[in-house]
């Protein structure tokens, strides 16, 4: 993956060459090989490089063969090799950039349809003075914007907007979002103005400074679902999977793996040394010195069975409290999950040893790999009296956290806040307690669209939220950081379009989630590692937050300078820090929400110049 960046202005005014130099700096990080900017009057591109395919060629941005297109890319077109042979085109590089340009020569924009692969690029169009910006159907490769009356700009990141800018300020309603996502939904950010190009979707911006956005892809529907039996469900998932992993293992440098112990890493790495026999395959996992949560043991036993080289890193409280504040500024929002941060130290463990890693992301989310999936019913039935169900809760004590997060889904109002509410650190009833009113917007068109039965549509709302707007931008951020490429094979659209033509019964099978997954990874794996519980990449907060972190917690949440005491209803905080502390509630989850979002907004005003928090700020208010 690199960092992309560019500026077109409506006023007539060239674009100051030192404004692009600017937005390039900020994304260094994505691309320390190599650096270009490119000037044609109103319209300007930058690029930072991390060199994977052609490393000593294909420098951009780059121009067209015949002078008419200009581009700046990021990502990797895995079936590249492919197109350039049925491409008619004098290529002079052995990379996927110029092929990028060969396909629109031949094709337009629709030829966006023919890449596989993850990727976020601009196109610059002289003859028909457009300029054209490209995301990949699962949204892996991030792409933002941003519109004044005098410009149009893009980034792969925020960051790199915000020299644009004039006066950024926070955009209050997303507040409201990420109490009830843990992320912004796409097309918002946390910035006011600036937008996500959603996942699959191709943006148009002309000379009269219009702007035009569609999608190329869609998932199948549910009327596409096919009626297979579960051999022939797995002898499919197979060769879809074996086809994206062998896509994925493309690169003109070493390409490494993720590997927890779970099904899914495990399952890619036995594939990758199928695959490639002769190649040493280096593996990386995080453990946190915690018998709970620690899945290192179960690391190493699939590193032996599969015959990689194995390496660990073991992430500690201080490794959060050091790197808390600077990785939410690589996030460019609060730190939706404390696994970014065990993410990022996963990354860097592999940057020593290669550039590129396999991870297994997107597994759960296609093929129902969550134990909430097997309650989808339950999203049906209209929604439970909180009182009684509170009352419960508080009964349950920490011992049931996931019966907790249950009970709270299932007494929202309505369909959607229920399907959204298994994810959601904050009820509805609670955010609006929290930020002293309903929200300026809600996003809930993901679950409102989705066809089908109930665990079909969780799945699809997932697929659009909790994957696109949290997972897959933790995962670009946290390895960007560390100046490496994640590439997740179950993202391949072959495997996303073949999960959702598969039935649901062949997900969730006597009760066992991502059946099909699993049944595949039985051709590899002996059964107890196949079968044991899922554990996740969890971090062992709730010690963390009564012991190390607690006086760290208390003094940002209701400090005289926290911004979350300022906004937020104080009295609810000090509760839930008082339930968490005295046993009575396991409240890491929505702790965490409250001091990400803290630490991210004192990390942005300590870097970029924003309005004073006024003395009466509320979420109407605050800047």
């Given at each position: ?157 925020i960051k790199a907007l915000l020299p644009v800018i004039d006066s950024p300020r926070v955009d209050t309603a997303s507040l409201h979002d990420f109490l009830a996502h843990r992320s912004v939904p796409a097309p918002y950010t946390f910035i006011d103005g600036v937008r996500k190009v959603p996942q699959g979707h191709h943006l148009v911006v002309r000379a009269d400074g219009t702007v035009h956005i569609e999608p190329f ?407």
């Open positions: 993956m690199c960092g992309i960046a560019g500026v077109r202005r409506f006023d007539g005014i060239p674009v100051d060459p030192e404004l692009l130099a600017e937005m390039g700096r900020c994304l260094r990080h994505r691309g320390p090989d190599d650096e270009g900017l490119w000037c044609a009057g109103p319209v300007g591109f930058t690029h930072s490089r991390l060199s994977i395919i052609d490393p000593g060629g294909s420098a951009q941005p780059m121009a067209g063969s015949n002078g008419t297109t200009h581009i700046s890319f990021n990502g990797e077109i895995l079936n590249y090799r492919e197109l350039r042979r049925e491409l008619a085109y004098p290529f002079t590089t052995r990379g996927d950039t110029e092929v990028l340009l060969a396909v629109y020569e031949a094709h337009g924009p629709a030829g966006v349809r023919s890449l596989r692969g993850q990727f976020a690029y601009a196109l610059h169009d002289y003859r028909t003075n457009e300029t054209h910006l490209f995301r990949d159907r699962l949204g892996i490769a991030p792409l933002y914007y941003y519109r004044s009356d005098t410009l149009f700009a893009f980034a792969s990141e892809w869609q998932l199948p529907t549910a009327g596409e679902v096919l009626d297979i039996p579960p051999g022939d469900a797995v002898a499919l998932l197979d060769d879809a999977l074996r086809s994206a992993v062998r896509d994925a293992l493309v690169s003109d440098v070493p390409v490494g793996a993720y590997l927890s112990g779970g099904v899914d890493s495990s399952l890619l790495c036995a594939l990758a040394t199928e695959l490639r026999p002769d190649a040493e395959l280096h593996t990386f996992t995080a453990g946190f010195g915690d018998a709970r949560v620690d899945e290192t043991s179960w690391a190493r036993r699939a590193a032996d069975l599969v015959g990689s080289t194995h390496h660990e890193t073991l992430v500690t409280p201080e490794d959060f409290q050091r790197d808390w504040a600077r990785l939410s500024w690589h996030r460019d929002s609060p730190l939706s999950e404390p696994a970014d941060v065990a993410v990022y130290h996963l990354a860097r463990l592999a940057g020593e040893h290669v550039k590129v890693v396999l991870s297994g992301e997107g597994s759960d989310e296609l093929f129902a790999g969550y134990p909430k999936y097997r309650f989808a019913r339950t999203t049906r039935v209209p929604g439970l009296p909180r009182s009684p169900l509170r009352h419960l809760e508080t009964r349950l004590g920490a011992a049931q956290a996931r019966l907790t997060v249950a009970l709270r889904a299932i007494s929202e109002p309505t369909y959607a806040e229920r399907m959204r509410g298994w994810f959601a650190p904050f009820t509805s009833a609670e955010r609006e307690q929290l930020l002293g009113g309903p929200p300026e917007r809600t996003v809930l068109a993901p679950y409102r669209d989705g066809r089908g039965d109930a665990l079909r549509r969780m799945l699809y709302a997932d697929t659009h939220t909790w994957l696109a707007d949290n997972l897959l931008e933790r995962g670009d951020r946290m390895s960007m950081a560390a100046s490496v490429e994640l590439r997740p094979p179950f993202l391949d659209h072959r495997v996303a379009e073949l999960a959702f033509r598969m039935p649901s019964h062949l997900k969730i099978r006597n009760g066992t989630t991502k059946w099909v997954v699993k049944e595949l990874a039985r051709r590899h794996f002996p059964a107890d590692l196949v079968d044991r519980s899922k554990v996740g990449f969890k971090v062992p907060l709730d010690e963390w937050f009564r012991g190390h972190l607690r006086e760290p917690a208390f003094d940002l949440l209701t400090g005289p300078s926290s911004f979350v005491g300022a906004v937020f209803d104080r009295a609810m905080v000090r509760r839930l820090l008082a339930a968490h502390d005295s046993g009575e509630r396991d409240e890491q989850s929505r702790l965490w929400t409250l001091l990400s979002l803290e630490v991210w907004h004192r990390e942005l005003r300590r870097r970029v110049e924003l309005p004073d928090l006024p003395a009466d700020a509320t979420a109407a208010n605050v800047p």
